[in-house]
């Protein structure tokens, strides 16, 4: 499975994003789906997650402000960023999973090359 994370950029804090990441070499509505972000010198974060079934959960530092989605007929899953902060600065990853996932899990089978999301002042 290969996957294209994109919709990143420069946002001014308060602002929104809406990232997409497309899916291709593979049965998407197979796969639990999830985004992480990594910020200069901290460790991969883990920021939401969809199963197959569209059941989702975010991480409690963006719940209320960021959504997760998935579109199996267009192979794709999504990423709604509102109420942008100053820490929410990162490279932004989707990832796909064939088996079961927790929320917070790292078990993930695919991932994509990244998208910069860059909140200012």
């Given at each position: 499975?290969?996957?294209?994370?994109?919709?990143?950029?420069?946002?001014?804090?308060?602002?929104?994003?809406?990232?997409?990441?497309?899916?291709?070499?593979?049965?998407?509505?197979?796969?639990?789906?999830?985004?992480?972000?990594?910020?200069?010198?901290?460790?991969?974060?883990?920021?939401?997650?969809?199963?197959?079934?569209?059941?989702?959960?975010?991480?409690?530092?963006?719940?209320?402000?960021?959504?997760?989605?998935?579109?199996?007929?267009?192979n794709?899953?999504?990423?709604?960023?509102?109420?942008?902060?100053?820490?929410?600065?990162?490279?932004?990853?989707?990832?796909a999973?064939?088996?079961?996932?927790?929320p917070?899990?790292?078990?993930?089978?695919?991932?994509?090359?990244?998208?910069?999301?860059?909140?200012?002042?």
């Open positions: 499975v290969q996957l294209q994370a994109s919709g990143g950029g420069l946002v001014q804090a308060g602002g929104s994003l809406r990232l997409s990441c497309a899916a291709s070499g593979g049965t998407f509505s197979r796969y639990a789906m999830a985004w992480f972000r990594q910020a200069p010198g901290k460790e991969r974060e883990w920021v939401a997650a969809i199963r197959r079934n569209g059941i989702f959960v975010v991480a409690d530092s963006v719940k209320g402000r960021f959504t997760i989605s998935r579109d199996n007929a267009k794709t899953v999504n990423l709604q960023m509102n109420s942008l902060k100053l820490e929410d600065s990162a490279v932004y990853y989707c990832a999973a064939a088996g079961i996932t927790t917070g899990s790292t078990e993930y089978d695919y991932w994509g090359q990244g998208t910069q999301v860059t909140v200012s002042s």
